[in-house]
Nanobody, 123 residues
Framework: QVQLVESGGGSVQAGGSFRLSCVVSGFPFSRYYLTGWFRHAPGKEREVIAAIDTENTYYANSVTGRFTVSLDNAKNTLYLQMASVKPADTANYYC?????????????????WGQGTQVTVSS
C-alpha cells in the first residue's frame, strides 16, 4: 500500500519562501510513477499545482515561475519549493501518487494522497 506523509507546513508572510516535503513509500520505484502536489482552500476546488514523473515537471498557471517540484529518489522524497508566496496560496497542501501517466494536473489521475499540511500566508 502506498503511503505519503507531508511535512513543512506553517505560516509565512507574503513574498517569503519555504519548502514542503513528502516521503513516499510502498511501491516499486523502478516502475513508472507520477507524484504531485494538490492544494485545497476553503470555498475553492481542489487544485493540482505541480507534478513530476520520470521525465518532466508540470505546473498550474497559478504557480508557474514561483513554485518548483523536485524528487529525490534516494530519499523517496518529493519536494515543493515555494517562493514569492501570496495570501492566495493559503491552503491545505497534499502530495499524491499515481502508477500511470495521463493528465498530471487533473486530480482524478491520482490514486493515493497524504493527510495534508497547512500553509498560511499573511499579507
Amino acid at each position: 500500500q502506498v503511503q505519503l506523509v507531508e511535512s513543512g507546513g506553517g505560516s509565512v508572510q507574503a513574498g517569503g519562501s519555504f519548502r514542503l516535503s513528502c516521503v513516499v513509500s510502498g511501491f516499486p520505484f523502478s516502475r513508472y510513477y507520477l507524484t504531485g502536489w494538490f492544494r485545497h482552500a476553503p470555498g475553492k476546488e481542489r487544485e493540482v499545482i505541480a507534478a513530476i514523473d520520470t521525465e518532466n515537471t508540470y505546473y498550474a498557471n497559478s504557480v508557474t515561475g514561483r513554485f518548483t517540484v523536485s524528487l529525490d529518489n534516494a530519499k523517496n522524497t518529493l519536494y515543493l519549493q515555494m517562493a514569492s508566496v501570496k495570501p492566495a496560496d493559503t491552503a491545505n497542501y497534499y502530495c499524491a501518487w499515481s502508477p500511470r501517466s495521463g493528465s498530471p494536473l487533473l486530480p482524478k489521475t491520482y490514486l493515493s494522497w497524504g493527510q495534508g499540511t497547512q500553509v498560511t500566508v499573511s499579507s
